[in-house]
Each structure stands twice: as structure tokens, then as C-alpha cells.
């Protein structure tokens, strides 16, 4: 499979089991027309191994190189993370990225840790989510980043809304499967989505 192919099935994926218009409040409290649930895509064995395509194709022309982890904050960033890591490695990339994952609180026990997974101080790192609408479920994982001594070198996510998102987003190279707008169009062309 193919970048170009990986992005065909994403979408079909999306269309069938992730978009929905309708009347919804999203996790910012905002309410939306749209509804984008990356899960079932993102926990399907075809959406998470697409997603890993893509984005280890668009990684194969990073600056410096492969990064040395990828990974974001529980639960949107799991899937694709443990993804791209098997993927690579199964492939036998040269280097291929571990996964991280990062707690939305430190552990209350045991080492406590905020970080699970393989991230050391001087890591060049990708950060992963699934969908970015105001970017800060991606920011709260990139402080924790760039807290442990790890440089983000770009972000990724299967789906962009990014509606009145944090202005701190744009100081990062963020790369999107599909913008809603890409959505949204696909849904009109079939018929529309359900609701």
C-alpha cells in the first residue's frame, strides 16, 4: 500500500464509520454540525495500519532524519503510535520510532511517570492525535514533550477541524490526513453522512 492508497481507504473508513452531521458538542464544549469519532478507524486494523503508511511516507523526507519516538496523549494518539512503530520495525526500517504515550496526569503511583514508552531528554519526536479541533489535547502532549527534554518535529492527525484552535499550534509543522472541509465534500458527493 501506497501513500495515495492509504489516504483512499482512510476515508472510506471515515465516511462508513466515523463522520456524522447532525446537532453534537464536541470535547471543547463547542457545538458542531459535524462529528468526527476517529476511533473506530483509528482501532481498525486497516484504518491504524493506512494512517501508519501515510505518515511514515511523509516522515521518509523529514530534515535530520527519522524521528526516534512517535506518540501523543492517551487515547486518540495510542492507536496510531503503537501502529507506526510495529509497522516500521515489521518493515525493517533502518531506524524505526518507538511509541510513547503521555498521561493526562502523572501516574498517583509507582514511579509516577507522566510519560510511558521509549522518550529521552535530546529526542527528536513526532507528536500524533486523531483529531484537532482547537489543539489542546496536541499542546498538553507537546508541553509534556518538550518538559522532558524531547524536540517535536512535527505533528501528525487523521483529521484537522482546527476551529478557533491555539495560536501556540502554528509554531509547529502540523500535517493532516483530511481537513474537515475534505470531509465533509466526500459526504456530500455520496449522498450525506448519517446523522
Known sequence: MNAAAARETLLALILERAYREGDFTLSSG????????????LLDGAGSAAFAVWVLDDLAGLAGGPPRAVGGLELGAVPPAVAIATLAAWRGDASPPAAFIVRKAAKG???????????????????????????????????AVEAAGATVVRVYCLVDRREEH?????????????????ITAAAAARGGARG
Do not use: C
Open 109 to 143: 503511583h509507582g514511579t509516577a511517570q507522566r510519560i510511558e514508552g521509549a522518550l529521552a531528554a535530546g529526542d527528536r519526536v513526532v507528536v500524533l492525535d486523531d483529531v484537532i479541533t482547537t489543539g489542546a489535547s496536541t499542546l498538553q502532549a507537546i508541553d
Open 166 to 182: 491555539d495560536p501556540r499550534l502554528d509554531a509547529y509543522v502540523v500535517r493532516a490526513a483530511f481537513r474537515l472541509a475534505d
Open 30 to 41: 463547542r457545538k458542531s454540525r459535524y462529528y468526527v469519532n476517529s476511533k473506530p478507524v
